[in-house]
């Protein structure tokens, strides 16, 4: 039988799904045998249902027939719903024709990447950080360069660290605002300073902005809000996180430069083809109708965050900041695991075993993740709490041997 493609190789993969398999045998072959389940303090995905104005506009596309092809990137009303939104953060005014729509906001990240990355580019990366984002560029033959993202600057890069690792190869910038898995918000001096470094060396912009609406203090700040910046940056969103939709799979990108925005369009083609029309229809609904919900699940999230973030720090060797969006807490450990002698990923298990609950390490985010823990309080309060009290036992019963 003929090999696979050597690209293969290349291609990572998200963490949290092996971690959550390697949790569901655990699950099953140990704990439930007692009676037991495990607590699941790690997902990212919103704990919320779709509103229900949203599912009721899917319900009618489709009786309205609106099950057939599309415009490959979009339907009219979708895209210029889309260009609306992205204008209020931005320095000029984006129309439906800088729109590509797309089965998930995942997809922004892979075609990209894909439009733009030769093998030997470099690509600055935040670090810790999605790992989709390293996964496309090593595929692709690029070189991830990591970023690091600092806790002692709640989670803000260094803009003299951004600097140096700029070289003549590096071709793009990757940033996240909201991140996952910190929680922390980009700085509008931050921004400013690395919108300024892209102008001067020429640099592509991808602006992961899923989580702009789960926001707890201050403002979203795009990056495109900064003269000659929606020229060279695309905004990657959706509406899988404020609006509950993980499952419907819809997302967009979104940049005033026409050649990438056809590039965009030309690889949805070759994909895809189009994303499902009755998809989009409730997209339309989620950007266009009541916003109540996503008001009332964000102010959600900030009472369990504020919950979470009290009992963590009451655990002995934890210790973390409250984070400003998203919906996850990035929790340094680095005392308990220098007390075990175990890296973050070991940890993690052990809490599993030792505990019944299950995290994240955060060298599922890249190396500068290690020494951390990622919770995501998308949990009920119950879970939480007893999450919580399960950890806290179990960590002061070694401080305690």
Not at 348 to 355: E, I, L, P, Q
């Amino acid at each position: 039988m003929k090999t696979f493609s050597k690209r293969m190789a290349h291609l990572g993969t998200e963490n949290a799904f092996s971690v959550i398999s390697k949790a569901k045998k655990f699950e099953h072959e140990v704990l439930e045998p007692q009676g037991k389940k495990l607590i699941y303090l790690q997902i990212g995905e919103p704990a919320f249902d779709t509103p229900d104005n949203i599912k009721q506009a899917g319900i009618r596309a489709i009786q309205n027939n609106e099950t057939h092809y599309t415009a490959s990137p979009g339907i009219p009303a979708l895209r210029e719903a889309v260009a609306q939104v992205a204008s209020r953060q931005a320095c000029v005014e984006y129309q439906a024709a800088d729109v590509v729509v797309m089965p998930a906001a995942k997809s922004v990240i892979f075609h990209m990447i894909n439009a733009l990355i030769d093998p030997g580019d470099e690509v600055i990366v935040p670090n810790p950080g999605f790992p989709i984002y390293e996964s496309v560029i090593n595929y692709l033959g690029g070189t991830p360069v990591p970023l690091p993202l600092l806790e002692e600057k709640d989670f803000n890069f260094s803009l003299e660290e951004l600097k140096s690792l700029i070289t003549p190869k590096t071709k793009m910038i990757i940033i996240n605002s909201p991140q996952n898995p910190t929680g922390g918000v980009l700085t509008r001096e931050t921004l400013e300073g690395m919108a300024q470094l892209a102008k001067e060396h020429d640099l592509w912009v991808l602006s992961d902005e899923i989580y702009d609406k789960i926001l707890y203090e201050g403002e979203h700040v795009s990056i495109t809000s900064f003269e000659g910046m929606p020229e060279r940056t695309v905004i990657l969103n959706g509406v899988s996180k404020a609006y509950a939709m993980t499952g419907w799979r819809l997302g967009w990108a979104v940049t005033k430069n026409a050649e990438m925005a056809s590039y965009l369009e030309q690889l949805i083609i070759n994909d895809t083809s189009c994303t499902a029309a009755m998809i989009q229809h409730a997209g339309l609904e989620a950007l266009t109708g009541p916003q109540d919900a996503v008001t009332t699940m964000k102010n959600e999230y900030q009472t369990r965050r504020d919950l979470l973030v009290s009992l963590v720090n009451e655990v002995p060797g934890f210790s973390c900041r409250s984070p400003k969006g998203a919906f996850y807490l990035f929790v340094n450990v680095k005392p308990i695991l220098a007390k075990l002698g175990v890296n973050s990923s070991e940890f993690a298990d052990m809490v599993m075993r030792g505990a019944g609950v299950l995290l994240l390490p955060g060298t599922a985010f890249g190396a500068h993740g290690e020494g951390y823990i990622r919770f995501s309080y998308v949990a009920s309060e119950e879970n939480i709490r007893e999450g919580l009290r399960l950890i806290k036992d179990y960590v002061s019963s070694i401080y305690s041997d």
